[in-house]
């Protein structure tokens, strides 16, 4: 199992994410929250299934209920570093 370490502007875009998602979509509070905690839980499994998308190796893993993408990077085979999330609908971030 891998920790996950999530970078300052990862948390940022997170939270700045709940909050829009909690106020604005009352018939699933919860849908990003527990997009997310999936999404975290594949990661800290799964990290290096999803393919490369980027320089460096970056790579992502769709939120579908909420589309987002989470980027990030596989450290090493204990580590996972979390960089941004994204819109599915946006370009990708410059990371």
């Known amino acids: 199992m891998r920790t996950i370490e999530v970078s300052p502007r990862a948390e940022a875009e997170i939270e700045r994410a709940r909050l829009w998602w909690f106020e604005n979509r009352p018939k699933a509070p919860w849908a990003f929250i527990d997009s997310l905690e999936a ?5 800290e499994t799964e990290a290096g299934m999803p393919p490369i998308v980027g320089p460096r190796n970056l790579r992502r893993i769709l939120l579908p ?7 990030y990077r596989v450290r090493d085979a204990t580590t996972v570093d979390v960089l941004s999330l994204w819109q599915s609908n946006r370009l990708a971030p410059g990371l």
Request: proline content about 0%; hydrophobic content about 60%.
């Open 65 to 71: 209920r909420v589309r987002f993408h989470l980027y």
């Open 39 to 43: 999404a975290f839980a594949r990661l």
